[in-house]
């Protein structure tokens, strides 16, 4: 005989509110010994709240299902050669700089979120935890699995995990999550659940995953949206988490404000990589970062989010002024810094092409033409004479978000912006008002700042000359980094594009 | 600030998909108020204050059960918030 179903409401507190006990021969604050030092008040556990009502069956069965699709469009796509497919080789640079920037910190956010679905008292967190700790565990092996087909191909792939924990660029993404995962489990939550998946998220991943459908990389577009399947939820438990905190006591209030004021501007200029690859290395463009920034910054986020955060009294973030500000020129200004360091990363950077800087124009018209086209149309002719600009030297770097020191005074395109603090007697850097307000709230954290500029100069970067360096990183000179025009993977791509009538391999 | 406030949008975002498409259809007719657009892979539905998916329409439009956890299979992102989420229905709205 068949049984009435339970519904999804019972089901929830069946199997994941109810598998939980009352300690009682262990304090529980012993049992959860992170959750009370940062301040944060929680009288109440059961008044969290998971909208999905998940439980483990249900979680279970449709990551199966959204795995074997994934997997049927990875194996056509091997099977069919969808390499040779996309609008041209120059958009690989955005997966090397994605396999290398984030898929790490998808990693290190399942282990994170392992710690917290132990270590969170309430159960409906920490099983909201549990899955979303899984959820990372298949974002790294799907990202892995996926780009691994291009790997095979093309240069600068062959060894990101090592290339995230050394190179220069790179500790921008790896400083930013390890600030994250060295807080306590309140402020991660806040950092990355809160600001990272929920304010942030659909500037990082719409881009690359509509960017990679629209230049014809079908293989990362499945991966992006399987893993975006799972990012509303991760954007779900951020706002949950957020609001959560901000129920149980008013004395959270405070102390919330400033995470977010500071995740917001350290999540804010991670996010200058990706403004650069929408504007720079997507061949064929999806929308302007500016575009981005409004929609989702300022029309999702300020109008829509923050209204709703007002009642709690949370402001919008402090600095995001400077930000809205900014998008005016931030991708031009960090994508010219990655042309002239490209020598020392694991791609290829170079000049945009004429029609680019005409669409650039039209998407930037109060500054490229005034600020970019030109710089772009020098570094072109340079070029042209076989002089291709390489900055020579080492460049100085914002002690926070370790961007080098390129971004400019706000609304002052040509004055580049420092700010710098005394500590213990040292003079410490900074890009802009943003970054100083983070170090000051807190110096002894970021004073221990690995930063890779000075860790060549002290000799623990495998030596102090370029091909030293570049040997330490995992990079092949010559064949992962430098300009593009004259790289492999621009040979082989016109190679493989020659019509011939003989068939065989790469 | 002494301007009108403006009305908030919530959205959704879908995949651009064989299974979208039914789903899409029902949300515009559960939502008359929805605008859509379209990116490269990508459906957004957008209206004023909520969106509301109902299991009863995405079933007739599928031509098939579909219980509302489904909803996952087809989602990339939203703005809002998820204020009710049953098994027979899923409503996404600014709270305050």
Same mark, same amino acid.
């Given at each position: 005989m068949a049984k009435a179903k339970l519904s999804m409401r019972d089901r929830y507190r069946l199997l994941t509110r109810d598998l939980d006990w009352e300690p009682t021969y262990v304090e529980p604050e012993k049992l959860y010994p992170h959750t009370r030092y940062e301040g944060i008040k929680i009288h109440d556990w059961d008044k969290w709240e998971d909208p999905f009502r998940l439980t483990v069956d249900s979680y279970s069965k449709y990551q199966a299902e959204k795995d074997k699709k994934l997997y049927a469009v990875i194996d056509g796509f091997a099977q069919g050669q969808g390499h040779l497919s996309l609008t041209d080789a120059r958009?690989?640079?955005? +997966?090397? +700089?994605?396999?290398?920037?984030?898929?790490?910190?998808?990693?290190?956010?399942?282990?994170h979120f392992g710690y917290l679905a132990r270590h969170l008292d309430g159960p409906g967190a920490r099983f909201a935890s549990l899955c979303q700790s899984i959820d990372e565990l298949r974002h790294a092996q799907t990202e892995i699995h996926t780009i691994s087909q291009y790997n095979k191909y093309y240069g600068g792939l062959h060894d990101f995990g090592k290339m995230h924990d050394r190179v220069w660029? +790179?500790?921008?993404?790896?400083?930013?999550?390890?600030?994250? +995962?060295?807080a306590g489990p309140f402020e991660f939550l806040t950092a990355i659940s809160f600001s990272f998946e929920y304010l942030l998220t659909n500037l990082l991943f719409v881009p690359f995953m509509s960017g990679a459908s629209f230049n014809g990389d079908l293989a990362t577009m499945t991966f992006g949206f399987s893993a975006q399947s799972d990012e509303s939820r991760h954007m779900t438990l951020g706002l949950e988490v957020i609001k959560f905190m901000l129920e149980q006591d008013e004395d959270n209030v405070p102390i919330i404000q400033d995470w977010v004021d500071k995740w917001f501007w350290r999540g804010y200029r991670v996010l200058g990589l990706v403004a650069s690859m929408m504007d720079y290395m997507l061949p064929k463009k999806i929308m302007s970062w500016k575009e981005a920034f409004e929609l989702y910054l300022e029309q999702q986020m300020l109008e829509g989010l923050f209204p709703d955060l007002e009642f709690y009294g949370i402001r919008p973030p402090r600095h995001v002024e400077q930000a809205i500000t900014e998008k005016e020129y931030m991708s031009h200004q960090v994508y010219w810094t990655l042309y002239q360091f490209a020598f020392a990363a694991n791609f290829n950077a170079t000049v945009p092409e004429p029609a680019e800087m005409d669409w650039m124009s039209q998407a930037y018209p109060d500054t490229f033409d005034r600020y970019?086209?030109?710089l772009w149309e020098r570094a072109r002719s340079l070029q042209e004479q076989g002089k291709r600009f390489f900055f020579q030297g080492l460049p100085m770097l914002c002690q926070i978000c370790q961007i080098p020191m390129a971004f400019t005074e706000p609304g002052d395109p040509t004055n580049i912006a420092v700010r710098t603090s005394q500590f213990r007697g040292e003079r410490f850097n900074f890009c802009s008002d943003g970054c100083k307000w983070i170090f000051d709230r807190e110096p002894e954290k970021y004073v221990q700042a690995w930063l890779p500029v000075h860790q060549i100069y002290q000799g623990n970067c495998g030596g102090t000359t370029i091909p030293e360096v570049l040997d330490w990183y995992g990079i092949q000179d010559g064949v992962d980094n430098g300009e593009y025009l004259t790289s492999p993977d621009k040979t082989n791509w016109d190679k493989w594009h020659t019509p011939s009538v003989v068939g065989g391999g790469a | 600030m002494t301007s009108e406030p403006r009305t908030r949008q919530v959205s959704v975002d879908l995949q651009d998909s064989e299974d979208t498409r039914a789903l899409v259809e029902a949300i515009e007719e559960?939502?008359?108020?929805?605008?859509?657009?379209?990116?490269?892979?990508?459906?957004?539905? =957008?209206?004023?204050? *909520?969106?509301?998916?109902?299991? *009863?329409?995405? *079933? =007739?439009?599928?031509?098939?059960e579909w219980e509302t956890h489904e909803f996952q299979m087809n989602i990339v992102s939203y703005s809002g918030h998820i204020a009710d989420w049953d098994d027979d229905q899923i409503v996404i709205k600014w709270e305050h």
């Open positions: 958009y690989v640079n955005s +997966l090397k +700089l994605f396999l290398a920037g984030v898929t790490p910190l998808e990693y290190a956010a399942h282990r660029y +790179l500790s921008v993404p790896k400083s930013f999550f390890d600030d994250g +995962l060295s970019y086209r030109p | 559960d939502n008359p108020d929805a605008d859509l657009l379209r990116m490269p892979g990508l459906v957004r539905v =957008q209206a004023p204050k *909520e969106v509301v998916i109902r299991r *009863e329409t995405v *079933e =007739q439009r599928m031509g098939r």
